[in-house]
């Protein structure tokens, strides 16, 4: 049903394990001992971080916010609203920030100073994909999945007005889809 409104895929369920397994083994090492406080961006977070977290053999915690920067359509707008903010501390905690893509940057730039005004021990940024043609902030994700070209993706956690977050690969939408 959801197929038909993609043009091609991106990255498929086949590579999102395999980014997955890799990265959580990467943060497991990493991390061990540390008890990081995993946070999640919603919603875009869900799918990603669900599978990354299962594949990290450590002791962990998890949280999240909502942070919104899009409003619905296809263009960034740099104006960040958080609707939703977390409900521990995150003094003297190692904070990894799990995003489903990293664009222009300005949503996870705020977020990161934030924590950092909060008192996190640190802050390390772990995402799905990285658009680093779109950045207009200076932000490099130290865990990324792959890197995608500055195009409008869909699924795994992206929505386009709300949709197709459940796809369980990333496509690029048909752009009659948007332009209608
Ligand atoms: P940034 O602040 O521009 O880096 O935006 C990050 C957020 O914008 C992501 O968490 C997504 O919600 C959204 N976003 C950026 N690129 C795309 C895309 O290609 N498809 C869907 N959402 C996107």
Do not use: W
Request: negative net charge.
């Amino acid at each position: 049903m959801l197929e038909k409104d993609i043009e091609r895929i991106l990255v498929s369920s086949d590579e999102i394990n395999e980014i997955t397994k890799r990265m959580g083994k990467q943060l497991s090492e990493d991390y061990k001992d540390k008890f990081p406080l995993v946070i999640g961006l919603l919603k875009g977070c869900v799918p990603f971080m669900g599978t990354l977290v299962s594949n990290m053999d450590i002791h962990l915690e998890m949280a999240f916010m909502d942070v919104s920067s899009y409003h619905g359509g296809i263009e960034s707008s740099g104006d960040i609203k958080i609707s939703m903010d977390l409900n521990i501390s995150v003094k003297d905690r190692h904070v990894i920030l799990t995003e489903d893509i990293v664009d222009t940057g300005r949503t996870l730039k705020v977020i990161i100073e934030l924590l950092k005004y909060r008192g996190a021990k640190s802050i390390k940024v772990a995402t799905l994909l990285d658009k680093p043609a779109g950045r207009v902030v200076e932000l490099v994700p130290e865990y990324v999945g792959t890197i995608i070209p500055k195009e409008f993706v869909v699924g795994y956690g992206l929505d386009y007005e709300e949709k197709y977050r459940n796809l369980p690969y990333v496509g690029v939408l048909k752009p009659e889809i948007y332009n209608k």
